[in-house]
């Protein structure tokens, strides 16, 4: 439990100029404002792409750590097919929604459009009160291309993918389509969460533009996984963003998330599922709750990841995992999580620009983080980056621009990395009882409360002044 800040704080400023082969510090029960910049350098970690023939995976390496991380590392794959193709080259039945007709691969009752064998699919025009349901093969693989198509419904979800082997949804280029909805239909006892509902694997791609006006629950849900390797996803949820309850993983694109839930989840507990892969392309998120949030491992190793959480490091702190355990702060309010970032088992950063502002921690791992390379910057009305196991900086530049607590773990390693700490209580905090390492390794509580602990000599108290080290009070 953090303690009460004060109104006047005493502030501190530590620089550090200094070589680490391996830093761990003790955190501090105190009441100052702290700034910290620590310097060092690492082997960066890379992440690999290969690309492959047409029944061949695209394949993105990166290590994940954490207990379930090989098992998770062999997923990170992307098959041919879930990259925009052009369909002018391809036998493609036409649909318009505006007048639909029934074709072969197509039926239509009502305004409900059902297409029931694999192919792709051309949706233009207008469809008002209405439900494009695919019902075909469990190896059918249906392709929708989106021109300029428009979907509402008032009583159920406007696509439901009921049953195929994997439906791909493609955006062309200069064109704009939208999804809206009102309320959260269902299918005999399953109910359809979300605008676009899909119970089988689901991909976007393409590079054109797709609103989902989310007014009932959730914007896009797969029940497998979810992958977006293009276009500009444009999304308003009254619930979550993005499910993948297998996984998401997103490669490419452009994708815009203002939610009331979460922006992206993945929910399912297997070693091998429920975690979130980003790997290029751009996300932006404006969350009530946690901007991203996985039940197993999150791992971001390219493009651009910017995320407002909770209305952010002045908003009102709502406490706790409400997906899963370990509540850190007390208030009345116990049900929400407005954490930036929140994984299960691990969370690994080894690229790309993550931006962070967040009422609760800006990245948290209920077991190990790691970052390795990248850039983040954070703003917290909690800690910065915190694990309730292992936190370990191998490179990377990390600034902590507000917090509580800047970097908290029970174990805190760093080897390499340009980190600037800006926090109301401790820059660092390790809270584990000792530590064994190399030359510059301090561990352990300090009993004086001070920024120390136990040296390898078994002296506790303040550190040593490093060369080009000055404190200023």
Wanted: glycine share 14%.
């Amino acid at each position: 439990m953090k303690p009460n800040r004060l109104s006047t704080k005493k502030h501190t400023t530590l620089r550090f100029a200094v070589i680490l082969s391996a830093l761990i510090l003790a955190g501090c029960a105190s009441t100052q404002s702290t700034t910290s910049s620590t310097s060092a350098s690492s082997a960066s970690s890379t992440v690999s792409t290969e690309e492959s023939g047409a029944d061949e995976t695209d394949s993105t390496g990166g290590a994940m750590n954490g207990t379930i991380g090989s098992v998770i590392e062999a997923n990170l794959s992307f098959k041919n097919k879930d990259f925009y193709i052009d369909y002018g080259t391809e036998d493609t039945v036409k649909i318009d929604l505006s007048a639909p007709k029934e074709a072969d691969g197509v039926k239509v009752s009502g305004s409900t459009v059902t297409i029931t064998e694999a192919g792709t699919y051309v949706l233009s025009g207008t469809l008002t009160d209405g439900q494009v349901i695919i019902d075909a093969g469990d190896e059918d693989d249906v392709r929708l291309v989106l021109e300029n198509a428009s979907i509402t419904c008032t009583t159920t979800a406007p696509i439901y993918a009921k049953n195929a082997d994997k439906v791909i949804i493609s955006l062309p280029e200069n064109t704009e389509s939208t999804v809206t909805d009102t309320v959260t239909g269902t299918d005999g006892n399953d109910a359809l969460t979300a605008a676009i509902f899909a119970k089988c694997d689901l991909s976007v791609n393409g590079t054109g533009t797709l609103n989902v006006n989310a007014n009932a629950n959730d914007g896009i849900t797969s029940e497998d996984k979810l992958k977006i390797t293009g276009g500009v996803l444009n999304i308003t949820s009254a619930d979550d963003g993005l499910v993948g309850k297998d996984a998401v993983l997103m490669k490419d694109g452009t994708v815009h998330i203002t939610a009331s839930g979460n922006g992206i989840k993945s929910t399912k507990s297997e070693t091998d599922k429920g975690y979130v892969y980003i790997g290029g392309g751009t996300v932006n998120i404006t969350a009530e709750q946690d901007g991203i949030q996985a039940e197993t491992s999150v791992l971001i190793s390219a493009g651009e990841v910017n995320v407002t959480a909770g209305g952010g490091a002045n908003g009102e702190q709502k406490t706790g995992n409400a997906m899963f355990g370990g509540a850190q702060s007390t208030t009345t309010d116990e049900t929400l999580s407005t954490k930036g970032i929140k994984a299960e088992a691990a969370l690994d950063i080894t690229g790309g620009t993550v931006t962070v502002d967040s009422a609760d921690d800006s990245l948290h791992s209920n077991d190990s983080m790691t970052v390795s390379g990248g850039g983040i910057t954070v703003k917290s009305g909690d800690d910065g980056l915190h694990a309730d196991n292992t936190l370990t900086i191998e490179d990377g530049t990390i600034v902590v621009e507000e917090s509580c607590e800047g970097l908290e773990a029970i174990d805190l390693t760093i080897n390499g990395g340009t980190i600037d700490v800006t926090a109301s209580d401790d820059g660092l905090n390790a809270a584990g009882s000792s530590v064994d390492g190399g030359p510059g390794n301090m561990g352990g509580r300090a009993p004086n409360g001070g920024m120390g602990g136990q040296m390898p000599n078994g002296n506790g108290g303040t550190p040593p002044q490093m060369p080009g080290n000055t404190s200023d009070t």
